[in-house]
């Protein structure tokens, strides 16, 4: 290791002026050894060892209230954490007990548009998997693209196409730290099918299904809204859902080898017609994460539940 990063070889020898040129350009990102001082600050104020992470879209922090016996650690008190700015996120990790699951639950993520990179926004990932968490359960509020999602509904994401990585920008940039995973990470299994399997029986079973779909999630870099030819666009493309969050995240959770569930709360339906004057706003978008908070609390509970008592640790087939 050379200040963090791993050495890297080429030809067979270390090149010093290599990572003297990475350390400028990447100098400024977290090393595994930064991170470690977040988790032993962690660690000194939480007793137990959280298998699951939950992270609340907007306007879904109320996930969290289902945890039991709650410690509520602001985001401005954690060393090195990045503190959130965007309404109808609280700002705070919160640990507890969740269908009897030792669990952590971000109230509030970090989006691009915040002027955050990538690598910061997932940051709490990586907390969490040194921390210990296993299963991460990703929530964000969308616009539906497909025309057969209603507002209230959700989608289980079974894939995700990266916009912003087409553009070059992903969150796993700059020199690679093989204790977090591997240079190169598949993706192709990056959504746990046999959670999605679960998941949509547990909306079965709460009488729900024709609220559940299963589809393609796509973020862009916000903070608008996307024009009528974007939508369109996208939806050529194959996405259903398009948000701010979720796909760099679900990239880095992969990256570290968690089993990863995502699901978007369809909040506002697309405009994709010129001749609309419907406009979305981000106070519809929290307002619809409020009302449907029950159904989303009961079903994150009921399928973590299953999960656990079906032993599932890996989605992917032939493991
Ligand atoms: O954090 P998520 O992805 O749930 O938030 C969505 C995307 C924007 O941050 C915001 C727009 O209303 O909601």
């Known amino acids: 290791m050379v200040n963090g990063y791993p050495n890297i070889k080429i030809n067979g020898t270390t090149n010093g002026h290599i990572h003297k040129a990475l350390e400028t350009e990447y100098?400024?990102?977290?090393?595994?050894?930064?991170?470690?001082?977040?988790?032993?600050?962690?660690?000194?104020?939480?007793?137990?060892?959280?298998?699951?992470?939950?992270?609340?879209?907007?306007?879904?922090?109320?996930?969290?209230?289902?945890?039991?016996?709650?410690?509520?650690?602001?985001?401005?008190t954690i060393p090195?954490?990045?503190t959130s700015t965007v309404k109808g996120h609280v700002g705070s990790l919160v640990f507890g007990h969740l269908s009897g699951l030792p669990t952590v639950c971000m109230k509030g993520r970090f989006h691009y548009y915040e002027g955050y990179p990538l690598w910061k926004c997932c940051m709490p990932i990586r907390v969490m998997k040194l921390l210990g968490v296993s299963h991460?359960?990703?929530?964000?509020?969308?616009?539906?693209?497909?025309?057969?999602?209603?507002?209230?509904?959700?989608?289980?994401?079974?894939?995700?196409?990266?916009?912003?990585?087409?553009?070059?920008?992903?969150?796993?940039?700059?020199?690679?730290?093989?204790?977090?995973?591997?240079?190169?990470?598949?993706?192709?299994?990056?959504?746990?099918?046999?959670?999605?399997?679960?998941?949509?029986?547990?909306?079965?079973?709460?009488?729900?299904?024709?609220?559940?779909?299963?589809?393609?999630?796509?973020?862009?870099?916000?903070?608008?809204?996307?024009?009528?030819?974007?939508?369109?666009?996208l939806k050529m493309l194959g996405a259903d859902a398009v948000g701010m969050s979720t796909v760099h995240e679900v990239i880095t959770a992969n990256h570290c080898d968690m089993e990863v569930f995502a699901f978007s709360l369809i909040t506002n339906e697309c405009v994709v017609q010129y001749e609309a004057n419907n406009e979305p706003n981000h106070e519809e978008v929290i307002d619809v994460g409020k009302q449907r908070e029950g159904l989303l609390k009961q079903l994150v509970s009921e399928l973590l539940k299953r999960v656990f008592e079906n032993g599932i640790t890996s989605g992917k087939i032939g493991k």
């Open 27 to 76: 100098g400024h990102r977290y090393t595994y050894e930064l991170l470690l001082e977040t988790v032993h600050y962690i660690r000194n104020r939480v007793s137990f060892t959280p298998v699951v992470g939950v992270i609340c879209g907007s306007g879904l922090g109320s996930l969290a209230d289902c945890l039991v016996n709650p410690i509520e650690i602001p985001y401005s």
């Open 80 to 82: 090195h954490f990045p």
């Open 136 to 233: 991460l359960i990703i929530t964000n509020a969308a616009g539906g693209l497909n025309p057969s999602y209603k507002v209230g509904d959700i989608m289980l994401v079974k894939d995700h196409i990266n916009i912003m990585g087409f553009a070059g920008n992903n969150p796993l940039q700059g020199p690679n730290d093989e204790r977090f995973g591997p240079r190169f990470p598949p993706m192709n299994q990056a959504y746990n099918r046999d959670i999605i399997q679960l998941a949509k029986k547990v909306g079965e079973d709460m009488g729900v299904e024709n609220r559940i779909h299963e589809g393609v999630y796509t973020c862009l870099g916000g903070p608008n809204f996307e024009t009528v030819a974007e939508l369109n666009m």
